[in-house]
T-cell receptor, first 115, second 114 residues
Framework: EPEVTQTPSHQVTQMGQEVILRCVPI?????FYWYRQILGQKVEFLVS????????KSEIFDDQFSVERPDGSNFTLKIRSTKLEDSAMYFC?????????????FGPGTRLTVL | AQSVTQPDIHITVSEGASLELRCNYS??????LFWYVQSPGQGLQLLLK??????LVQGIKGFEAEFKRSQSSFNLRKPSVHWSDAAEYFC????????????FGTGTRLQVTL
């Protein structure tokens, strides 16, 4: 069964460092998302990506964040200068064609710890 | 903006007992509603979804949910809980814009006692 994969499973970094979180969406999917979940809190939308551009972003997704689909298979989230409050679980998701009824498939997440 | 509220932060049930997890939504039109489950250290797995039609929807793992417009609710139920159902459960509503982002509730942590 196709699945969304994410690497690494756990990333520890120093405050101010850049991190890149990687995701491989399901191969024929067209819409890609990043969500995050701060420990003990709800899952929050960060950004959506379609046709090689950002479709929508939340207020969390400021200039320190960027997304890219560099090679047609990977979908990355970059945080340029990490802050303590960026510590969270980051989930990638993808879905197929148009229509809100299409399920978003989630990856297992990357736990980011900023020290 | 759409939102969902899960009033119960933590619920404990005995194995074999019935379960109902509450979810209330706030949205003017007919919402697209989802229930996801998150086991410890795992990602989010879709249990079921509602878009239109029959208000009682069946999902995986024996779960069902009923959409009640009059009560703005979409409660998740299971007639007999198994110990493996212990997890965090999230209700979510979809933004019907182009991006179709999910807006999640705060989650309900289910503990199952043997």
């Amino acid at each position: 069964e196709p699945e969304v994969t994410q690497t690494p499973s756990h990333q520890v970094t120093q405050m101010g460092q850049e991190v890149i979180l990687r995701c491989v969406p399901i191969s024929n999917h067209l819409y890609f998302y990043w969500y995050r979940q701060i420990l003990g809190q709800k899952v929050e939308f960060l950004v959506s990506f379609y046709n090689n551009e950002i479709s929508e972003k939340s207020e969390i997704f400021d200039d320190q964040f960027s997304v890219e689909r560099p090679d047609g298979s990977n979908f990355t989230l970059k945080i340029r200068s990490t802050k303590l409050e960026d510590s969270a679980m980051y989930f990638c998701a993808s879905r197929g064609g148009q229509g809100n009824f299409n399920e978003q498939f989630f990856g297992p997440g990357t736990r980011l710890t900023v020290l | 903006a759409q939102s969902v509220t899960q009033p119960d932060i933590h619920i404990t049930v005995s194995e074999g007992a019935s379960l109902e997890l509450r979810c209330n939504y706030s949205y003017g039109a007919t919402p697209y509603l989802f229930w996801y489950v998150q086991s410890p250290g795992q990602g989010l797995q879709l249990l079921l979804k509602y878009f239109s039609g029959d208000t009682l929807v069946q999902g995986i793992k024996g779960f069902e949910a009923e959409f009640k417009r009059s009560q703005s609710s979409f409660n998740l139920r299971k007639p007999s809980v198994h110990w493996s159902d212990a997890a965090e459960y999230f209700c979510a509503v979809i933004n019907t814009g182009t991006a179709s982002k999910l807006t999640f509730g705060t989650g309900t942590r289910l503990q199952v006692t043997l």
